[in-house]
């Protein structure tokens, strides 16, 4: 009995929707901290409206959409959807499945030296609960 993940677009609008309400939250204050503030009062202004900025230029950069649209989990092995294609890897193929946790996504080390770098999202859980997910179909 197979399991399929869809890639779930709407944790990641939600995301971005977070974003654009710290934003409204963060830049205010930041603009209070530049204008009212001693010297570390303006440190933190000028590095809140820095970080605004950049929430900003995200909010207006479309969702992400990565290339493998669904994930096919079965009994030892894993299929990735991207279209028409199907690749199949089975448990045989993989080195290491692992977190990585400064780019917060999912890597898949296959034994020929290649690697498949999984955003989280499918079926909507986050990385770690994907990781757990995809180790659980591999065994």
């Known amino acids: 009995m197979s399991e399929l993940l869809h890639f779930d677009e709407a944790s990641e609008r939600s995301y971005a929707r977070l974003r654009a309400l710290s934003t ?64 199949l890897i089975k448990r045989e193929d993989v080195a290491r499945l692992r977190l990585d946790e400064e780019k917060l996504l999912v890597r898949i080390e296959l034994k020929g030296g290649g690697r498949i770098e999984l955003l989280p999202g499918y079926g909507g859980l986050g990385a770690v609960a994907l990781l757990e997910r995809l180790d659980r179909a591999l065994r």
């Open 24 to 87: 409204l939250l963060l830049l205010p204050a930041s603009f209070y901290l530049l204008i009212r503030g001693g010297f570390l009062g303006k440190l933190l202004g000028v590095a809140g409206i820095a970080i605004s900025i950049s929430y900003l230029r995200r909010v207006r950069r479309p969702s992400l959409r990565p290339p493998i649209e669904a994930l096919e989990l079965d009994r030892g092995a894993i299929g990735l959807i991207e279209g028409d294609r199907r690749t």
